[in-house]
């Protein structure tokens, strides 16, 4: 199966880019456009710090750094746009004006992090001038674990280098990054498995190869390694397959290399030159993908049972509605008939709950809008035609909540606007419902103000007998761990304000 995948983080200013290659040939776009695109795996193969330049009258500019997944950047500030110096950099005009590879440890760069082994690769336009210098960035952690790997991959490093900054990596937007859990493998032209590094042995151990697969061919191996190579190989471009063997789904990049050999002796070379045709060898990218992949089927798999949880659940509730408003026609009380609007639209706002619970595949949802919802709901179903009452959202922060929270602010709120509507209005026929939802940080702010007839005289939340405000208490002191005040404004109405942390006392979260 083959993909296009998203490279590894690059960073680069459009502008400044366009702006420096604007001078240059065609062809010299060209060819640095692939070398920046070949930065990112570049970067993750080598664990480095991975940066272009450009050469200017007296300066020359960063114009792209590519920062390795596998290790912490030696350059926490930003570079892309700095313009040097011969003075600042005095190595890399040394590199560019011989036209050569410079390589030397430092012991002190500027916004440099430590000891760091620096490489100049200069880049040569196809009229042999150079237009560009590669700088590439090693810790003196990674130095010394390259130089325990096995000499053929340090001489493939550094071929794999050469024919970045020639342009030659053809492909590398379709490989996806080279982790710290990516294995690598070295495979010589003639199709021999030349170094493994750990993480890679593991993976084919895995596979069932126990033995070491050192100078055993890609044909003695049935991994799907030898189509994959040769592929790239033929093609001439890097190649990306995730595919299964042997009941493991691997990701692998191949990275062809094109050139003549350093690593094969003197009698490799003359017994088996003719069968090389030009071929360095490649460098072979493996992950072991099986953990994820069988994790995201299972997340899938709970996360479609879940919504269809919820929407049956939805469907139940609406169907209550429904014998609930059958049953309210044929009340015989107009407080029979109250009483049974009150759990219908109880009813319809946990259904707007189970909704917002169907879609989201997170443990929080939008409190706002949620709320928004219900007030909308609240508006259609207990405002009559008749009636002037406006409800609307005078301020609404956007408010992300576990979802035990929201479906008790939620159930809170809708008693609230029922309270406003039946009892602060009455007879009424006109007002307005204002709705504040505030982030205080630490804690939610609600506030509901109606501009009805106010509070009544001596009353109190604990002693009243409403069904309503028993639903408020409860869930704004053993859900929410809140507190809500009830006051009569000076011009008349209530004023309703809850207020509750985002997390149970003691930092945990509900």
């Known amino acids: 199966m083959m993909t296009s995948v998203e490279i590894s983080y690059l960073d680069f ?74 003075e600042d950099r005095p190595w890399i005009w040394q590199a560019m004006a011989r ?8 012991k002190d760069i500027p916004d440099a992090v430590g000891q760091v082994q620096q490489q100049i690769w200069p880049v040569f336009s196809p009229s042999d001038q150079v237009i560009a210098a590669i700088g590439i960035y090693t810790n003196a952690v990674e130095l010394e674990r390259h130089k325990r790997r096995s000499r053929s991959f340090q001489l493939a490093l550094k071929h794999f280098f050469k024919v970045l900054a020639q ?20 495979i010589d ?20 190869y126990l033995d070491d697969l050192r100078l055993r061919t890609l044909e003695e191996v049935a991994s799907g390694d030898q189509d994959l190579v040769h592929l790239a190989w033929k093609e001439r471009r890097c190649v990306f397959e995730e595919s299964t063997v042997r009941n493991r ?35 072979l990218l493996v992950n072991d993908v099986t953990e994820v992949r069988e994790t995201e089927t299972e997340i899938k798999i709970k996360t479609a049972m879940i919504k269809e949880v919820h929407h049956r659940l939805k469907n139940n509730l609406q169907l209550l509605v429904s014998i609930l408003r059958m049953q309210a026609r044929r009340a015989q009380t107009n407080e029979a008939r109250e009483l049974l609007g009150e759990a219908m639209n109880r009813l319809k706002s946990m259904a707007v709950i189970q909704e917002s619970l169907s879609y989201g595949e997170s443990d929080v949802l939008n409190l706002t809008d949620v709320l928004t919802q219900i007030a909308a709901q609240t508006q259609m179903s207990m405002v009559g035609p008749h009636r002037q009452i406006r409800i609307r959202f005078s301020h609404a922060d956007d408010v992300l909540l576990p979802t035990n929270k929201v479906t008790a602010c939620a159930l809170v709120f809708n008693e609230l606007l029922l309270n406003a509507v039946k009892h602060g209005f009455e007879e ?9 939802l505030h982030d205080r940080g630490d804690e939610i702010e609600l506030i509901t103000e109606d501009t ?59």
Not at 44 to 51: N, Y
Not at 99 to 106: A, Q
Not at 262 to 274: A, I, P, Q
Not at 459 to 481: C, H, M, N, W, Y
């Open 13 to 86: 200013d459009a502008a400044i880019w366009e702006k420096l290659l604007a001078p240059l040939a065609e062809e010299e776009r060209a060819l640095l456009q692939r070398v920046k695109e070949a930065l990112p795996i570049a970067a993750d193969v080598s664990r480095s710090d991975v940066f272009l330049f450009l050469p200017g009258d007296d300066t020359f500019c960063v114009v792209a750094h590519a920062r390795s997944h596998a290790m912490a950047t030696l350059f926490p500030n930003r570079q892309v746009g700095r313009r040097l110096s011969r």
């Open 99 to 106: 036209g050569d590879y410079m390589r030397r440890v430092l």
């Open 167 to 186: 342009g030659e990596l053809v492909g590398c937007r379709d490989l996806p990054p080279f982790t710290d859990r990516s294995g690598i493998v070295f």
């Open 189 to 208: 032209g003639l199709g021999r498995y030349r170094y493994l590094s750990g993480i890679a042995a593991n993976i084919y151990r895995k596979l069932g």
């Open 249 to 283: 789904i691997l990701q692998r990049s191949v990275i062809p290399l094109f050139g003549q050999p350093d690593h094969l002796s003197f009698w490799e070379r003359r017994r088996w030159g003719n069968r090389l045709r030009g071929r360095y060898g490649a460098l």
């Open 428 to 436: 009424q026929a006109s007002g307005e419902i204002r709705i504040q």
């Open 452 to 510: 009805g007839r106010g509070l009544p005289e001596n009353f109190s939340p604990e002693k009243s007998a409403s069904i309503g405000l028993d639903i408020i208490r409860t869930l704004v002191q053993d859900d929410l761990k809140g507190d809500i005040q009830f006051t009569t404004l000076p011009q008349g109405g209530v004023r309703a304000r809850l207020l509750f942390p985002k997390q149970a006392p003691g930092g945990h979260k509900q």
